[in-house]
T-cell receptor
Framework: GDSVTQMEGPVTLSEEAFLTINCTYTATGYPSLFWYVQYPGEGLQLLLKATKADDKGSNKGFEATYRKETTSFHLEKGSVQVSDSAVYFC????????????FGSGTRLSIRP | SAVISQKPSRDICQRGTSLTIQCQVDSQVTMMFWYRQQPGQSLTLIAT?????????ESGFVIDKFPISRPNLTFSTLTVSNMSPEDSSIYLCSVESGLNTDTQYFGPGTRLTVL
């Protein structure tokens, strides 16, 4: 069945470090791919998305490129801030509107000042 | 994107009781979804709720335990019945909004603790 695998955390970085959180997926067809972020004590916020191969989603300095050849959607940021500390979820959704979102297990990111 | 609110934001309940969680959206939406996030875990879909029809439950979730109402296009409730400590979780509703039917937007969640 369809699934999402993301790197296990926790990930701890110093402020201004480069961030990569790996995400790979297994799915038939052409799913849309998402990164959601959950800040401490809050619900999920959509961070960015990509709907077809080679699309790049970007928001708040974060980027991810939909790579169909490697079935990947890695999240990157060039210079992280303490305020980026959160749990990040990679997810996929099939094209039909009634289909559910399949989430990865989440990666907890902590940024040291 | 839609603006979604949930009530209550958190609650502490006794074993054996029931809690009803409300989800309100600022625009009319066809599909609403209820998720559970157990402590330190990812999100699991409980059910999908269409207005005017019975909710569709995922494997492992049953209507007697998690009854859902969807009386109109902007509102839904999820009840957690006969609670046990294992039901302690964050419960989130989400919607597909407008033309972006490939994207779901989430409410802030209801943090439930069962003693």
């Amino acid at each position: 069945g369809d699934s999402v695998t993301q790197m296990e955390g926790p990930v701890t970085l110093s402020e201004e470090a480069f961030l990569t959180i790996n995400c790979t997926y297994t799915a038939t067809g052409y799913p849309s791919l998402f990164w959601y972020v959950q800040y401490p004590g809050e619900g999920l916020q959509l961070l960015l998305k990509a709907t077809k191969a080679d699309d790049k989603g970007s928001n708040k300095g974060f980027e991810a490129t939909y790579r169909k050849e490697t079935t990947s959607f890695h999240l990157e940021k060039g210079s992280v801030q303490v305020s980026d500390s959160a749990v990040y979820f990679c997810a996929l959704k099939k094209s039909s509107s009634a289909s559910k979102i399949i989430f990865g297990s989440g990666t907890r990111l902590s940024i040291r000042p | 994107s839609a603006v979604i609110s949930q009530k209550p934001s958190r609650d502490i309940c006794q074993r054996g009781t029931s809690l009803t969680i409300q989800c309100q959206v600022d625009s009319q939406v066809t599909m609403m979804f209820w998720y559970r996030q157990q402590p330190g875990q990812s999100l699991t879909l409980i059910a999908t709720a269409n207005q005017g029809s019975e909710a569709t439950y995922e494997s492992g979730f049953v209507i007697d335990k998690f009854p859902i109402s969807r009386p109109n296009l902007t509102f839904s409730t999820l009840t957690v019945s006969n609670m046990s400590p294992e039901d302690s979780s964050i419960y989130l509703c989400s919607v597909e909004s407008g033309l972006n039917t490939d994207t779901q937007y989430f409410g802030p969640g209801t943090r439930l603790t069962v003693l």
